[in-house]
């Protein structure tokens, strides 16, 4: 099995801990730069299987603590929404791509077979 995001809490555990990634949702929440430093935590929950899936997909819980609880919870929204765009957004672009290519090419095929 190849690692990935699907099957390395870990990871999450990495971006959610980065100074770039803790900035960039403290400012998005309204907070200090490194206000987040030490206030981050994350773990796993539990296990989740989709229809038809072959292998399993870690649940992580994203914890931020803090005193003022409306910037804390957009702060853990930010983070949330960081920990997404970093590791969902490069593969499903991956996959339109080769999607989008594959289907071209059988447009390409179709087209070329039927002129001849």
């Not at 690692?3 to 809490?9: E, K, L, Q, V």
């Not at 900035?23 to 539990?46: C, F, I, N, Y």
């Not at 914890?63 to 960081?82: C, F, H, M, R, Y």
């Not at 996959?95 to 290519?101: E, G, L, V």
């Amino acid at each position: 099995m190849i690692a990935s995001f699907a099957t390395n809490p870990r990871a999450i555990s990495e971006i959610t801990s980065s100074a770039s990634a803790q900035d960039e949702a403290a400012k998005a929440a309204g907070l200090q730069p490194g206000a987040l430093r030490g206030h981050v935590s994350v773990g796993t929950v539990g296990t989740a299987t989709g229809a038809g899936a072959a292998r399993t997909t870690p649940l992580i819980a994203l914890t931020v603590s803090g005193k003022n609880g409306e910037k804390i919870a957009a702060a853990a929204d930010a983070l949330a929404k960081i920990v997404v765009e970093r590791t969902t957004a490069p593969y499903v672009g991956t996959k339109i791509k080769t999607t989008t290519a594959c289907s071209r090419r059988r447009t390409s095929s179709s087209r070329r077979s039927r002129s001849g």
